[in-house]
Structure formats: C-alpha cells, structure tokens
C-alpha cells in the first residue's frame, strides 16, 4: 500500500510540473528550459508572502499564487515577446538564459540559505495514516489534490472556453488564427502565466512539505522526460508520461537499486523516442513541423 | 611628445599598473567556491566567514604590517569554472594561496592547477584523501572538521557504545562520491563492530520526494539510521522517515547548516556528530565571531561561521610565519610546519607538518536535542579524540 502511495504522490509532482511544460510547447511550439527556475520562484514568493504575512497564511498562499502568475506574463511581455518571429531554437536559448538570470537572482534577492516556508506560514505538516498502514503528509495529499484540480481545470479550459479554444487555435496554426482576429500575444501572455502559475504552485507545495533550496531547479528538469514520454503537445500525455516515470522510478528504488532511480526517466524517454519519436499522446506533425 | 600627451600617459601607465603595485603591498588570496549554484547553502557561509576574517584582520594591521587582499571568485559548484578560477588566480592576480569552498568536483581541477603554478591550496569544507598521512600531495592542504572516513568511523562506535542490544543499522547517502564513500566506510567499519547493516541508500541529488527512499529504508526496521551527506540529504531523509511513523535514533553529521536544524526539528531522538563546537556552548571565541558577524551584517547565521573563521586563522598563521616578498613556496614552506590553535572551535590545534597536511589527531563532539529541557545538549560530555596515523 505504501509503495501504490509513494507512486501516487511521485506522479502527481511530475505531472503538476510537465503541464507547465506542455502549455507552453503546445501554444508557442518552445521548450521552456527555465521551467525549474520558475519553479524556484513561486517556492520564494510563497516564502516572501508567509514572512510578510505570517498571521494570514491563506492570503500569503493567494498572494504567492497570483505573483507567480504575473510573473510568467512578464517574463513573456519583457522578454519572450521580443522572440515572436524568429527561430524556435533562438527562444530556447532565451529561456536556458532566463534559468541562468534567475538561479544569481534568487541567491542574491533570498541568499542560498534553506528556507522553511510551512514555519514562516505557521502551519505543521501532519503524517496521515491510510488504509493497510500506509502514511501520507498532509501536504502530499493536498498535492495529489492539486494536481488533479490543475487538470481537471486545464482540460475544461482549453475545451470549452473562448480563450482556452484561441489557445488551441494558436497552437496550431498561429498564422490563420491571427488572421482571424485572435490576439497572439495575449494568447501566448496567457499560457507562460498559467504555466508559470502552476510551475509556482509545484514549487510551493514542495517546498511546504520539506523545503526549499536551490537544488529545485533541477526537479523541475527532472519532470521533462515525462511530459516527452507522453507526448509534448499533449496535456493528458503528461499526465500518462508523469505515471509510467514515476511507476519505473519508485519500484526501482524499492526492488532493484535507489541509484537507478536517477536515470530511469531518461532510459524511458529513450525507448519510448524510439519507438515514436513524438511521444505517447503527441502530435506526429508537431514533430515534422519542429 | 608634447608635456600635456605626456602627463596624460603617465597618469594612465599609472592607473594600469594600480594593482600590480598593490599586490606587491599585500598579501594576494584567492578564493574559489559555490557562492551561487544549487548546493551553495553549504558552502557560501564558510565564503562570508572567511571573508570576514579577513576583514577584521585588516582591521588589526593585517599580517607582519601587511593587508591581505582577497580576491573571491564564484564556481557556482562546476569543475571547469573552479579550474578557470584557479588558473586566474594563479597567473593574473599572483595569489600566493587560494581556499576552496565548493563542491568535491572541483577538488581535482583546483589541485590540477596549484600543482601547476606551485601554489598551496586549502580545502575548508571537507578534507579529500589526498591531505591524509603519509604521503600527502605537496600542494593540498585541509582545515575542514569533515572527513568522510574518519567522521563514518567514529559515528559508528558511537552507535555502538549508546546501544546495548544487537544494533539494527540503515545507511543514507547522497548519490556523490565523497558522500558514497564515507557512507561505504561506515558499512564496512559497522561489520567489523558486529553491527547489522540492514540497509543502505544512496539518494540521487535531485529527488522531489524522499519518501521512496525512507519506505525502504523504514522497512528494513533499522533501530540507528546514519547519514554522512550534504545537509539537504541528511534532512530530508530524517523527515521522510518521521512521516512514515519510522522512530528509531537518527545520527547525523554535522554541517554548516545543521545546529539550527536541531532547534528546528526538535527531534529527541536526532544526535549529531561534530567536528566544530556547537555555538550552543558559548565559548569566549563564538561570542568574538557574533560581535563581529553582528557588526558586519551577514547574510548567513553565525551558527554556520565556524570553518570559514578556523580557515581564516590557519592563513594568518601561515601567513605570519612567511617573510616578506611573500611568495607561494614560501606559504608552503610554512604550511608543511603550522600549528594553529583553534581556541576551543575545535577539540585541539591543527598541526601539519611535511608528511601530514590534515592533522595529528582530530576531535568530536557529540550533541542531541534535549524534549524536556528544549535545548541542544551534549550527548558525550567533552571531545572524544582520535589519532591520525
């Protein structure tokens, strides 16, 4: 039973932190390699708002969550904007150039001391004891809730609302949607802030449930083999991709060697690249059109 | 030249060659370590406490009459920037010793390149095998408490001394090999003790939820869990098997980080082994280093000053033992014959001599969180010493 929990909760952060990844990729076609930094981010902010705010947790967790949106409309208003138009390749190199900016930026603002952000809130993180003795934090229970929230969100929005259908019209054919009257860059606007949005909440909800260090950014590369297992333009791929890693990687541990645990998710994405190429779930003509 | 052109030449000869003349006027240090990078909350603070030795050297009048000048570079914890760190060091800032603070990465490009420009190099966070006796190599040197082997072996009669009942042993390290390695010391060290190794760990860097690693280890019903790793390993592992319901005694090695994260965690049954004097113990010399760290504003707490300050008063002494011109064999003519009192940061002086650049014996102290009196109190009244062969 532990060992079903431990998979739940490991493909529940994998998958809250690909979603952002594939927002992203699906609408503008770029590899957000500064995924993880944002990540970092929220964690911060949430830290900031709980020090600032310590008697009102909840609206320091509010505050926390509506910064980190703003903060993915400004990084594409002040920087990914200047991108619209040229090589796809130009905007990755933008964004690995955005982790590095933002890893000196996070030291220098915060310092590289651990942070302890559930303290600042005032809260505790209380271990729940389920079914056949298996224990899960308050935290990770509230992350798998998360999770599935974010999803069951994202899938209702892309599928019924008028921007959720311009982000999907976007995505595919940027060109005639313009063409129609959709507005680019409030689209894309849209989507680095919902996917920094939720790249904010992971790195919030981590950093609740231990703490929080510079060693989160490469938690948020560790999530990439799972939204490319499933497909990058492909929200429930993600989710798929999330599960299959997150499977591999826990029964590794438990069974085999914790060591391997490290390059599972990379030797996954190999066998499931070479059999197709554009991921379980994804697009075969998004991968011509890269 | 018309006089005008001329003075005009004069004056910019002389801004270029400022700092050449003001190396000539002091003793030139260079530093190399993670100010920045993911693993820097470890070893930035042992930067700043150095730094403000330093400064509060100057402050004094300096070595022999002479200010030090410390020129601080940031590795952010990657090998090829340590060796380029090294090598600008070495070559354009004519640094007589250069510190390191980072990463075991970084260890063999920075010695690479002090064999190279004959310069002696300081480790100050945990000492590699190369300082060991006999044969240590001619350029390296180590003032940090942290030795994998050494700390593994004590940690392990430790356990044995405390329990009187067979002991049920897990292991946690991080997936590093310093870390690796003091961690397989500790197994084989625990065998020939009788001890039970019932599991052992070694946890990747990068993992989001420990919880997979503390199920198995948990389920192996350990009665001691040992970690000798980076803090962030240490921790999580502890916390992980908290919230499994795992209550058995958890010994952990002391780091920069980790008397704060006693008080934190408030965890009975949490001991840690230490090279350092917890600042708990309130020494005269911990009261010098808050009044000065106070004065200074900080950005990391004194808690975690300790091995940047004992670095800082090994390069004095080495430093007041080098005659003027200094140059770096000289520094490492006095290096291979230094005894630095520590004054109660350590159990006793760091001694070096030509075939031993670690130390003749080295000290631990033990501390644990005491739930009724909600303190850190010593675990084993004094310093416990070991000789170094």
């Known amino acids: 039973m532990q060992l079903a929990v431990n998979i739940v909760v490991l493909a529940a952060i994998y998958a809250l932190i690909s979603c952002g990844y594939v927002l992203i990729y699906r609408v503008s076609r770029v590899l957000n390699l500064a995924h993880g930094e944002l990540m970092l981010v929220g964690a911060y902010l949430l830290y900031s708002t709980a020090s600032l705010l310590g008697g009102n947790p909840l609206t320091a967790v509010a505050m926390a969550a509506v910064l980190g949106l703003l903060v993915g409309v400004l990084v594409y208003v002040l920087l990914m904007r200047r991108m619209t138009g040229e090589m796809v390749l130009a905007a990755v190199l933008c964004t690995i150039a955005l982790g590095v900016m933002l890893r000196g930026a996070t030291v220098l603002i915060w310092s590289a001391q651990v942070r302890h952000p559930m ?164 697009s075969k003509e998004e991968l011509d059109r890269v | 030249m018309p006089k005008k052109y001329a003075l005009v030449v004069a004056a910019l000869s002389a801004i270029a060659l400022a700092p050449g003349v003001m190396a000539q006027d002091a003793y030139v240090v260079g530093l190399s370590g993670a100010l920045t990078g993911p693993q820097a909350g470890t070893y930035a603070p042992v930067m700043e406490s150095f730094k403000l030795y330093v400064d509060q050297l100057n402050r004094r009048g300096g070595v022999n009459g002479k200010p030090v000048r410390l020129v601080v570079q940031d590795n952010q914890g990657e090998p090829s920037k340590a060796a380029a760190d090294a090598k600008k060091l070495i070559s354009q800032d004519n640094a007589i010793f250069i510190l390191n603070a980072s990463v075991s990465s970084t260890y063999a490009p920075m010695a690479a390149e002090a064999k190279r420009g004959r310069v002696p190099l300081l480790y100050s966070v945990v000492c590699p095998v190369a ?83 503390a199920s198995k280890l948990k389920s192996a019903e350990p009665d001691w869990v040992y970690s000798w790793a980076p803090w962030v390993t240490q921790v999580k592992t502890l916390e992980a098997l908290r919230k499994l319901g795992w209550n058995g ?60 300050w004992i670095a800082g008063m090994v390069l004095e002494q080495a430093l007041k033992n080098t005659s003027w011109p200094p140059t770096a064999e000289k520094v490492l003519a006095a290096m291979n014959d230094l005894s630095v009192d520590t004054k109660g940061l350590r159990g006793g002086p760091i001694e070096w001599t030509k075939t031993n650049h670690f130390r003749t014996k080295q000290y631990y102290r033990f501390y644990r969180w005491d739930s009724a009196k909600q303190t850190i109190v010593p675990a084993k009244e004094g310093w416990t010493m070991v000789e170094i062969k």
């Not at chain 1, 995505?171 to 790249?199: D, E, K, M």
């Not at chain 1, 929200?235 to 591999?248: E, H, N």
């Not at chain 1, 990687?249 to 060591?259: A, D, R």
Request: glycine share 10%; proline share 7%.
């Open chain 1, 119 to 282: 303290e600042a809130l005032g809260w505790s993180n209380p271990s729940l004891v389920l079914f056949g003795d298996a224990r899960i934090s308050l935290i990770s229970a509230i992350l798998i809730g998360a999770t599935a929230v974010v999803y069951a969100a994202l899938f209702g929005f892309l599928g019924f609302t008028r921007w959720g259908i311009r982000m999907r019209a976007a995505g595919q054919n940027p060109l005639l949607a313009s063409q129609r009257g959709i507005q680019l860059h409030g689209v894309y606007a849209l989507a680095w802030g919902l996917s920094t949005f939720t790249a904010g909440l992971a790195g919030m909800l981590i950093s609740l449930d231990s703490s929080l260090d510079g060693t989160m950014t490469m938690i948020g590369l560790k999530a990439f083999p799972a939204a490319l297992v499933g497909g990058l333009d492909s929200l429930a791929g993600a989710l798929i991709g999330s599960a299959i890693i997150a499977i591999a990687e826990v029964l590794l541990i438990q069974f085999v060697n914790p060591l391997l645990s490290d390059v599972v998710p990379f030797f996954v994405l190999l066998a499931v690249l070479v059999i197709r190429p554009w991921g379980l779930f994804g």
């Open chain 2, 131 to 213: 300082v060991f006796p006999p044969n240590p190599d001619e350029f390296q040197f180590c003032s940090a408490a942290g030795s994998a082997n050494y700390d593994s072996e004590m940690a392990v009669r430790y356990i044995k001394e405390l329990s009187r009942n067979p002991v049920r042993l897990g292991l946690a390290a991080m997936a590093i090999p310093v870390s690796r390695g003091g961690i397989d010391h500790a197994e084989e060290v625990a065998k020939s003790f009788g001890i039970t190794v019932v599991d052992k760990q070694i946890i990747p860097p990068p993992t989001p939820d420990y919880t997979p690693y």
């Open chain 2, 249 to 308: 005694k958890f010994l952990a090695y002391a780091v920069p980080p980790t008397e704060d994260e006693v008080i934190r965690l408030k965890d009975g049954e949490m001991h840690a082994v230490s090279g350092n004097a917890f600042f708990n113990d309130n020494l005269p010399l911990h009261k010098e280093i808050r009044d000065a760290a106070g004065k200074a504003n900080l950005t990391y707490p004194v808690t975690q000053l300790s091995e940047g």
